[in-house]
């Protein structure tokens, strides 16, 4: 397929967008009528019914052709605690389709020899800002904070995602296949999130992650403070953090009710009118329904506890603390609630709430039964998450905390897969999954690792051998040094 620029590998996404566009048509009108004569059972005709469209931006995202592929003799971490020895993975039509020790490469097959090499899922990077605050680093550029009120979840972090960010094929080559992109943390409610395929596209629909759910950024602590404080308004403490929190989700809560009422009526066939559309409930509405999952910039201890308790209050479940500085110290807490924590390896003390870091902390956390993870919050830090992986597990090991290789891969694969709700289809080596897979040419904790191929669905999306076989956004091309071939 050679070079995959946007303007190739876009031609490709367009003729098979309106391929799939026009089946999902066929089968909705094959398919409608019986869905609402078997939800209906009144006389008011369901599709009259005004409902909130969870989605009004769906994926168009389409796999990369993918060929059947075997790689042979490598060493397997499974993403879920497992590490297999000389195995073999068969991929057949863009999922697993087979693991272990020889296997027979099919006819057409093509063979990759990864005797000495080490295979795991492909990277999946749970905060970041690619797209949104894209390289070049401009004012221009600068579209991930709507720091104009305090609650803003009525934003969409997809509207803000520039495709062309040439970011997108740097992470690749760090082996990362899937990423969650957020707004910024100047605000209690910063908006929507939304998870990527790192594959180029010319809309970001044509990269969003088929059905994944839809998050919302929170932040606690000193961020929105300082950022509202500073302007003479609230919040400008900690306890005007939360009283903005609990405010809105009274509101959400109203809002939730009023439809849910409307609803009752006119499925028992009465004549009424739905609520007002509010593009800001809607979205924390779709919280306390369990649709949206809060994604928590926080960082002290005591503060994700309080969290916690307003979570309880109102119903609904925090999945994630990101930045968690302070995760290892309440790591019962985080396991009780099902809350996940996902920190940086060494990143700490640049301020006060960021003071009592330690680098032992996904370590700890991770011993201590919660859910943790690594993230990068960084356009460099994504490139190597499998190296701050490594130095979050040296400096477990070097307390004395007993953590195997194989669990501590998890924590840049299946963990964010989980805390993203994706884990049904990546993050993991399973037959029937999505074959999301990086081909290692060392040890993935080596400092001397790095990615010799990378596929997203089956298709080689990156090989370090073959230039042709690489991701070049279309910004880049004729920029000095890039574009060339």
């Known amino acids: ?11 490709y996404l367009g003729l098979a967008s309106v391929l799939a566009l026009t ?14 004569e078997a939800r209906s059972g009144n006389d008011q005709d369901d599709s009259e019914i005004v409902r909130v469209d969870p989605n009004p931006y769906p994926s168009t995202y389409t796999p990369p052709p993918s060929g059947l592929t075997l790689i042979r003799g490598a060493t397997v971490f499974d993403g879920v605690g497992g590490e297999f020895q000389n195995t073999d993975l068969l991929i057949r039509d863009g999922v ?58 009525e934003v969409w972090a997809e509207h803000s995602v520039w495709p062309q960010d040439p970011g997108f094929d740097a992470a690749l080559i760090g082996g990362v296949t899937t990423l969650h992109i957020l707004p910024g943390s100047a605000n209690l409610f910063g908006g929507r999130g939304v998870t990527l395929r790192n594959v ?26 300082r950022v ?27 809002y939730r009710d009023s439809w849910h009422d409307y609803w009752e009526q006119a499925e028992d066939g009465e004549d009424v009118d739905p609520p007002n559309r509010d593009l800001e409930l809607d979205t924390l509405m779709g919280v306390l329904e369990g649709e949206i999952l809060v994604q928590m910039h926080c960082y002290r201890a005591d503060q994700m506890a309080q969290v916690l308790d307003m979570a309880d209050e109102f119903g609904y479940q925090v999945s994630a603390f990101h930045h968690g500085v302070e995760a290892y110290k309440i790591p019962d807490l985080l396991a009780e609630a099902g809350t996940c924590a996902a920190v940086w390896a060494d990143w700490g003390g640049f301020k006060m709430e960021a003071y009592d870091s330690i680098r032992e902390n996904l370590a700890l956390t991770h011993a201590g039964g919660a859910c943790a993870m690594i993230h990068s919050d960084s356009e460099l830090g994504i490139q190597r998450l499998n190296q701050e992986v490594a130095k979050a597990l040296a400096d477990g090991r070097r307390m004395g905390l007993d953590i195997s ?42 400092s001397y690792a790095t ?30 040094g890039e574009g060339d071939n």
């Open 200 to 225: 180029p596209g010319r809309t970001v629909q044509s990269m969003k992650f088929p059905d994944a759910p839809y998050t919302v950024k929170m932040a606690c602590g000193e961020n929105p403070a």
């Open 451 to 480: 990615a010799d191929q990378v596929f997203i669905d089956g298709a080689l999306m990156y090989d370090a051998e073959d230039e042709t076989r690489r991701t070049v956004r279309d910004f880049m091309l004729g920029q000095p």
């Open 96 to 153: 697993i389709a087979e693991i272990g020790e020889g296997l027979e490469a099919p006819d057409d097959a093509q063979v990759v020899d990864a005797e000495g090499r080490f295979i795991t899922p492909g990277v999946v990077d749970i905060h970041s800002h690619l797209g949104v605050y894209p390289s070049p680093s401009t004012n221009a550029h600068s579209d991930g904070n709507e720091a104009t009120d305090p609650v803003t979840a």
């Open 23 to 36: 089946l999902a048509a066929c089968a909705d009108d094959a398919s409608g009528d019986g869905d609402r």
């Open 228 to 254: 509202y404080g500073g302007r003479g308004r609230s919040p400008a403490t900690d306890m005007g953090n939360m009283a903005g929190y609990r405010s809105s989700w009274i509101e959400a809560s109203r």
């Open 1 to 11: 397929m050679g070079r995959y620029s946007l303007k190739h590998y876009g031609l």
């Open 405 to 446: 290789d194989a669990d501590a891969i998890a924590w840049f694969t299946s963990r964010p897969a989980q805390a993203l709700g994706i884990f049904e289809e990546t993050g993991s080596i399973e037959t029937g999954k999505r074959a999301d897979i990086v081909l290692w040419s060392d040890h993935p904790f080596s």
